[in-house]
C-alpha cells in the first residue's frame, strides 16, 4: 500500500530565508506526488505535483519541490520565507498502479510552517 | 477559491442525529471525493463518484452514505451521529478520473457533535 511520512511537526524559519518542508513516500510503482497548503479555517490549496519528467516542478506562490526517486522524497522549498507562507503543509501520493480506494490520495500527517518576521 | 462549493460550513448536531452535506465541484468535473480530516485520523478518503457512479470507496462508516446526482452535485449523509464523528468532511473534484488529475477541494464542512 501506498505511504506518505512527514518526518517533521512543525518547521520554524525566519522571513527571507529558504525553506524545506519535507516529505518521503513508499509506493509499489512509479508515484504521482502532490502537494497542498491549508490556511487556518479554510480548504486545501493545491501547490504543485509531479506526473512524470523535469524532477524540478514548480508551482504556486514561488513553491517548488524536488522529486528524488532514489531517496523517495518529494520535499518543499521555497528560495525566500514570507509572514503569510505560514500554514500547514501537506503531501500526497496516488499509485496509479493501484484500482479504486488504493490509489487514491494518501497524505501525511502534515506539517505546520512557521515563518518568523 | 478553488472553485468546489461546500454547504454548510459549520454545523452543530446531538448524538444520534442525521445530516447531510452538500457539495457542487468545478464547472466540468466530473469526480467528487469526500475526504474527512480529523486531528486523530488526519485526512482519511471516503468515497468517490464519477459521473453519478460510485467508483472507490475508502474508510467510510456504514452510517455514512453518499450519492452523486446527475447534475454532478453530491451529498455526504452521516446518520446516528457520535461525538467522534466530529470533524471537517471535505469535499473535492477532478476533471476525470485519472490519478494524474489534480484535485481540488473545497472549504470543508465543520462538524460539530455534541
Known amino acids: 500500500a501506498q505511504s506518505v511520512a512527514q518526518p517533521e511537526d512543525q518547521v520554524n524559519v525566519a522571513e527571507g530565508n529558504p525553506l524545506t518542508v519535507k516529505c518521503t513516500y513508499s509506493v509499489s510503482g512509479n508515484p504521482y506526488l502532490f502537494w497542498y497548503v491549508q490556511y487556518p479555517n479554510r480548504g486545501l490549496q493545491f501547490l504543485l505535483k509531479y506526473i512524470t519528467g523535469d524532477n524540478l516542478v514548480k508551482g504556486s506562490y514561488g513553491f517548488e519541490a524536488e522529486f528524488n526517486k532514489s531517496q523517495t522524497s518529494f520535499h518543499l522549498k521555497k528560495p525566500s520565507a514570507l509572514v503569510s507562507d505560514s500554514a500547514l503543509y501537506f503531501c500526497?501520493?496516488?499509485?496509479?498502479?493501484?484500482?479504486?480506494?488504493?490509489?487514491?490520495?494518501?497524505f501525511g500527517s502534515g506539517t505546520q510552517l512557521t515563518v518568523l518576521p | 477559491d478553488s472553485g468546489v462549493t461546500q454547504t454548510p460550513k459549520h454545523l452543530i448536531t446531538a448524538t444520534g442525529q442525521r445530516v447531510t452535506l452538500r457539495c457542487s465541484p468545478r464547472s466540468g468535473d466530473l469526480s467528487v471525493y469526500w475526504y474527512q480530516q480529523s486531528l486523530d485520523q488526519g485526512l482519511q478518503f471516503l468515497i468517490q463518484?464519477?459521473?453519478?457512479?460510485?467508483?472507490a470507496k475508502g474508510n467510510i462508516l456504514e452510517r455514512f452514505s453518499a450519492q452523486q446526482f446527475p447534475d454532478l452535485h453530491s451529498e455526504l449523509n452521516l446518520s446516528s451521529l457520535e461525538l467522534g464523528d466530529s470533524a471537517l468532511y471535505f469535499c473535492a473534484s477532478s476533471v476525470g478520473q485519472e490519478t494524474g488529475n489534480t484535485i481540488y477541494f473545497g472549504e470543508g464542512s465543520w462538524l460539530t457533535v455534541v
Open positions: 500526497a501520493v496516488r499509485d496509479p498502479a493501484f484500482s479504486g480506494s488504493a490509489r487514491q490520495l494518501t
Open positions: 463518484y464519477y459521473n453519478g457512479e460510485e467508483r
